[in-house]
């Protein structure tokens, strides 16, 4: 198994100057951190070609081997193909390139959100069938009545009680403090994998 | 006050970190069962045996947000999955919504077939970068789930809520689904969507669970001190203000 010491020493040194950086106030390491913070802005731009490319073969290989639903990585491939050359020749303010975003790709990401809307509703009928324990139930009954809480009703406008004092109770007390919970044990998870890869002791860079 | 508080968290999980790695005990730490982590492991054999592929979907945490943490997790979770079905026929394929990513994905999958002896097999065109925004990531990788004989699909790393669209896709094909997220509206979408939700920060335990390796079991004991001590902090500093004191 090949070993790379200096890749290794590299990002080692490089994230201890940045944390440190972060946190001593310092001026000549907090000037390095934002050095570096800016390199790594221009990696991950290059980063953004080069996977751009890996797009590019990935249905290159599909069209090639006449595999199933390549005629999607055609109009895959023409359609990315011709938005770079109308964005290179143009430049990403003329009125092609808005009519591109705004007739083509928010419209389209759109209807993806409303098919999530039904998909989320379908998901949640299927959940009773899936797992019925106690959690399911607490976890459907408080997701009705928000959104019955939530809503503006005809003639009635919001439901008294239910909208202006249990929801409000609801969001702030049990909600807030279990997503913090959550967010913590977040936090704590993303501290050791932090210091894993900072001590290379993950390295998705070249190997371990 | 608030910046020496985060060092000392960082400089106390450091020493942690590295006392547990390095401490020789006599036995492994225990951890308690939990049953989708059960579930991968027997999915990543069978998988191997009858010929089907993993999809790993990495999320779209970029590397250079505080999300990327999640994503370091999926790296290291795909690592470990790459070992084990590399010999596989159909070797995993892993996919990722942001460029640096998938190309840290093609390394990661690359050294899991170095180390499993099986480096020729490695095919650069198995971490992919499925889309550069959340809805066109999920758009490319239900594809993958439909077209490739995709038999588990691991959802793991930075997600927004159109994690169910990629749930409803495994659903669809019969696939076993393991889905994990950071944000809490995807964790959501999430429970509602898997038979075995992973919630909070299960996440980070995958590593740990999956393989054995040493800095994975370390780091998931540290958390756990980590947070019995938050809790402990909590609760002073709520009987503190109960007593009145500021």
Do not use: C
Not at chain 1, 95 to 115: C, D, G, H, K, T
Not at chain 2, 37 to 42: A, C, K, Y
Not at chain 2, 129 to 144: D, E, H, K
Request: hydrophobic share 55%; proline share 5%.
């Amino acid at each position: 198994m090949k070993r790379h010491p200096l890749a290794a020493s590299i990002a080692i040194s490089i994230g201890l100057i940045v944390l440190l950086g972060y946190f001593l106030p310092i001026p000549l390491l907090v000037l390095v951190r934002l050095e570096l913070v800016q390199w790594a802005i221009i990696l991950a731009g290059v980063a953004a070609l080069v996977g751009i490319g890996n797009l590019i073969q990935v249905h290159f290989f599909k069209i090639r081997r006449r595999e199933n639903g390549s005629a999607y990585s055609v109009i895959l491939l023409v359609t990315m193909l011709a938005t770079l050359l109308t964005g290179i020749m143009l430049g990403p303010a003329h009125v092609w390139m808005r009519f591109a975003v705004e007739i083509i790709i928010l419209p389209v990401e759109a209807s993806l959100m409303a098919l999530l809307a039904v998909t989320l509703v379908y998901a949640s009928i299927r959940l009773l069938r899936r797992r019925a324990d106690w959690m399911t139930f607490v976890f459907l009954v408080t997701a009705l009545f928000m959104l019955v809480a939530s809503a503006s009703l005809p003639l009635i406008g919001e439901i008294p009680v239910l909208s202006d004092w249990i929801r409000p109770w609801l969001m702030f007390g049990p909600a807030a403090g279990g997503t913090r919970g959550l967010l913590l044990g977040v936090a704590l998870g993303a501290l050791t994998t932090g210091l894993r890869a900072l001590f290379a002791m993950d390295r998705p860079y070249g190997g371990k | 006050m608030s910046q020496s508080l985060g060092l000392g968290l960082v400089i106390l999980a450091t020493i942690l970190l590295l006392a547990l790695i390095f401490i020789k005990r006599k036995s492994q730490p225990v951890f308690r069962e939990i049953a989708a982590f059960t579930r991968l492991r027997r999915a990543a054999g069978l998988a191997v045996e009858d010929g089907t592929r993993l999809h790993v979907s990495l999320g779209r945490g970029g590397l250079l947000s505080p999300r990327g943490a999640a994503s370091f997790s999926g790296l290291a979770l795909l690592r470990q999955l790459g070992e084990q079905t590399s010999i596989s026929d159909r070797p995993p394929v892993a996919t990722s919504g942001d460029a640096a990513l998938a190309v840290l994905s093609q390394d990661t999958l690359r050294a899991a077939y170095q180390s499993a002896g099986a480096e020729e097999l490695f095919q650069p065109a198995n971490g992919r970068l499925a889309g550069m925004t959340p809805f066109s990531y999920a758009a490319g990788a239900m594809i993958i789930t439909r077209q490739e004989q995709i038999s588990t699909d691991v959802l793991i790393g930075d997600f927004g809520p159109e994690a169910a669209l990629l749930a409803e896709a495994a659903e669809r094909e019969h696939a076993l689904l393991i889905a994990a997220a950071s944000d809490p509206a995807a964790q959501a979408v999430l429970f509602a969507s898997t038979s075995e939700p992973l919630v909070g920060e299960e996440l980070f335990a995958a590593p740990a669970y999956i393989g054995n390796d040493a800095a994975h079991l370390a780091s998931l004991q540290v958390q756990d001190i980590l947070r019995w001590l938050i809790i402990l902090a909590l609760l002073a500093g709520a009987g503190l203000k109960l007593v009145g004191l500021p």
